[in-house]
């Protein structure tokens, strides 16, 4: 194994290792304040005992989202530091910044997570809702320095290093907006499907209480208005990706050949020598019209670029497939649960087995459109400006850290998994409202 | 300027990521080496303790790796080349340490319930402990490779000298004392946090690495100058000592206060002792960033991004500072003292 392989290995490995904790960080906390604001105004128990839970859950994966970024901000440097060397000074900035967004999030965690018997309840929620908006923020500006990379701007060139030209040059890059949005909202659907499976769960298996009931309408009114507005973001994000990065958008539609009224190739495996895509379903004229708004655009298409800056076209198209085909399975389940709800009814045995199917499928559009976004990007580590090569570190170890942090990272997820499926089951007894005090003190950390 | 006042923020943001989450690492050393009848009083001491502000205090470090790589990109890269195993090492130590803390509080019977800890969280204690001991010596041990002069930086080709840097006596002696001074620390606060005789098994405890710290500090002392000589001269000279002297003052005068069961005062020398010890270090260390081929203003990087990170500073520490006094005030205040055990042990 070269150490370039090695590297993007281990580098992806971490990322993506990261990025689910990164994103149960974001929207975790979100639903644990909703329903803590819930308590407050009902004075319902069982939104309270929500509350207690998802802060629980947010602690165990708020710990290993910190732990796993500090080894990312040491992992740039380690795996690229040709690359930090040439750019540290343009995209710190807004690692800076989220340094900042960072800390208030953890103070506020801590607060709120040690803080429910020492803090008003006012102060309290107030601590919790610190938390979910430092979150996205911190979020929104790591995303600042990775659009730089997409789509670089601000800075010169001299001896060898990008200087910065404006101080604010890492937050200078037009794909910032919307990367940001889209990556925010993604956060939101991959924890609310997420925690929805539990609940649909719980409820098939019989516990249809007012906690369980709760716990899924909450769970799912954040992820399916998430959900429905994904494809608009997705879609300014295609429009901007055409123009800036057409050869990305060319790979992740496995889209050949330059044409006017350039179809839209759903599904299929591309073939990259025979320059075609097998079994796949072609939509005329829609790509056309998604990318440029004007159904007979011209489409450029993987021949227009030379063949060795060409991503890997079957991953980049095979995960963007991947992405849509999640991202519109969820909107339809949680489309028909709220049918179900509109129409004052209970969501029956099918609607839960499709919630429970489809608890994961949020975390794997999250990591499939990270890789539609980065995979697309190679050869080039800074589009245009330095490639993935010229960043990777000489040292000949990596191969032998790949696969130590591999299984590290491994085992991590086997032990917070096994202790998230025991924090699931453990629901608070049947019929809350009557024995609200004795719950109370059950649920006492 | 630019330069030396980042070289600044990134010291300070050192010393506190050593004084806070120092303390941190430190609770893990005294929950690893628990003994005696109150051995699981203790752990939940620690943890009881850590709990709401290790997230916090871990940040500082993630401060200085971030700072580093903004304004000295390429000292930044440079040890990232030449600590690459060490600094590998250490995450491996962040990551099980922060991992195995929540997993234990986590766990089925976790350690705050009555009785004794059942195996799962009982496991991870060990991780924890095992965790809290390795990575403190590592990064005292990286420190010491940055201050040996045998990491070499020439262009963009980072060489090391000899042994690897960080495997040096000098290196693996201010590992030992970067340890000594976390579980001084940790003792030191725990003491502080407690009544009754837990603050005795603590106050024992600070004793014991108190001595310790003084112990490798004199082991340093002819390593310092035998193999960094311009350390050691630059820890002699004008601008440093003065600094040093605070700190060895300090640290005698922690010492006595803990002796005397001043515990408030000895917690204020000690955070004294360990941030003049440091700042005497980064003093001394300048202009070097790693000597001897990089030094501040070298590794500098453009001026935008100094400025931007010099500007942003003040608007984002009237964020931080209100935030962390909220937090310390709430779970280390006054009102929180004695929560463990009663008040006997105060003098």
């Known amino acids: 194994m070269g150490t370039l392989t090695a590297a993007r290995a281990q580098m992806e490995v971490s990322l993506a290792f990261h990025m689910v904790f990164a994103a149960l960080g974001i929207g975790m906390p979100l639903l644990m304040v909703a329903a803590e604001g819930l308590w407050l105004r009902t004075s319902r128990p069982h939104y309270r005992h929500l509350a207690r839970k998802w802060a629980k859950a947010t602690a165990l994966t708020f710990a290993i989202g910190a732990v796993s970024g500090t080894a990312l901000s040491f992992e740039l440097g380690l795996l690229w530091p040709r690359f930090m060397a040439f750019a540290g000074g343009v995209i710190g900035p807004a690692f800076a910044l989220e340094g900042y967004a960072f800390f208030l999030e953890a103070i506020f965690l801590g607060l709120y997570l040690y803080g429910w018997e020492k803090l008003s309840p006012r102060a309290h929620l107030a601590a919790g809702a610190a938390v979910a908006v430092s979150g996205v923020v911190s979020g929104v500006l790591v995303v600042a320095a990775n659009a730089w990379m997409q789509q670089p701007a601000g800075f010169v060139v001299e001896g060898g290093r990008a200087v910065a030209t404006s101080a604010l040059a890492s937050f200078m890059s037009r794909a910032w907006l919307p990367m940001a949005v889209h990556s925010t909202l993604s956060c939101y659907i991959a924890t609310g499907f997420a925690a929805a499976g539990v609940y649909a769960l719980g409820l098939l298996r019989g516990r249809r209480d007012a906690y369980h009931r709760a716990g899924l309408s909450l769970a799912l009114a954040l992820a399916t208005a998430a959900a429905v507005l994904q494809p608009v973001s997705g879609h300014f994000s295609a429009d901007h990706t055409a123009r800036h990065q057409p050869l990305k958008l060319a790979a992740y539609e496995a889209h050949f050949h330059t044409a006017a009224g350039a179809a839209e190739v759903i599904g299929g495996i591309p073939d990259v020598e025979t320059q075609t895509v097998r079994g796949a379903i072609r939509i005329p004229r829609l790509l056309s019209f998604l990318a440029f708004g004007d159904a007979d655009a011209v489409v450029k298409g993987l021949d227009a670029f030379p063949r060795e800056l060409w991503p890997n076209v079957v991953i980049s198209h095979l995960a963007f497939q991947a992405m849509v085909g999640c991202g519109l399975a969820l909107i339809a389940v949680g489309g028909w649960f709220w049918l179900v709800r509109l129409g004052r009814r209970e969501p029956g045995r099918w609607l839960l087995r499709a919630l429970v199917a489809a608890s994961p499928l949020g975390v794997l559009a999250l990591e499939a459109g990270w890789i539609v976004t980065e995979v697309g990007r190679q050869p080039w580590i800074i589009q245009g400006v330095m490639r993935t090569r010229d960043g990777v570190t000489p040292v000949d170890a990596v191969p032998a850290t790949f696969f130590g942090f591999s299984l590290l990272y491994l085992g991590l997820g086997i032990a917070l998994a096994l202790l998230l499926r025991g924090l699931a089951t453990g629901a608070p007894p049947p019929a809350p409202s009557i024995d609200a005090a004795g719950a109370e003190v059950a649920h006492a950390r | ?347």
């Open chain 2, 1 to 347: 300027m630019p330069a030396d006042l980042a070289a600044g923020l990134a010291l300070v943001a050192l010393i506190a990521y050593a004084v806070l989450a120092g303390a941190d690492f430190g609770g893990g050393i005294w929950d690893a080496l628990a003994r005696g009848p109150r051995r699981d009083a203790q752990r939940e001491t620690i943890a009881h303790a850590m709990g709401p502000v290790w997230e916090a205090n871990h940040v500082w470090l993630i401060f200085v790796v971030v700072l580093l790589f903004t304004c000295f990109p390429p000292a930044y890269a440079a040890l990232s080349v030449a600590l690459f195993a060490p600094f590998h090492l250490v995450l491996l130590g962040i990551i099980l340490r922060g991992a195995a803390f929540v997993f234990r509080a986590h766990s089925p019977q976790g350690i705050r319930r009555p009785g004794v800890p059942e195996r799962q969280a009982r496991r991870w204690g060990a991780v924890f402990g095992a965790a809290s001991v390795i990575t403190p010596v590592l990064l005292g041990m990286c420190l010491g490779a940055v201050s040996t002069g045998n990491v070499r930086v020439s262009g963009s080709v980072v060489s090391v000298d000899g042994t690897a840097a960080w495997l040096r006596p000098l290196s693996l002696a201010m590992g030992g004392f970067a340890l000594a001074v976390c579980a001084y620390l940790a003792a030191v606060y725990l003491a502080n946090e407690t009544g009754g005789e837990l603050r005795g098994d603590f106050r024992r405890r600070a004793l014991w690495a108190g001595t310790a710290v003084v112990a490798l500090s004199a082991l340093m002392l002819p390593l310092l100058r035998a193999q960094a000589p311009h350390l050691w001269r630059g820890l002699l000279s004008a601008r440093a000592a003065p600094v040093l002297a605070a700190g060895v003052a300090a640290a005698l005068l922690s010492g006595w206060a803990l002796w005397r069961r001043r515990f408030r005062l000895a917690r204020a020398a000690t955070v004294a002792q360990t941030a003049c010890l440091l700042a005497g270090w980064g003093v001394a260390q300048h202009p070097y960033l790693i000597y001897p081929d990089v030094t501040v203003h070298a590794a500098a990087a453009g001026g935008a991004t100094l400025r931007f990170v010099l500007w942003s500073t003040p608007f984002g520490m009237a964020l931080l500072v209100p935030s962390l006094w909220w937090l310390f005030r709430v779970f280390k205040g006054p009102a929180t003292r004695g929560s463990h055990g009663d008040e006997r042990g105060t003098p």
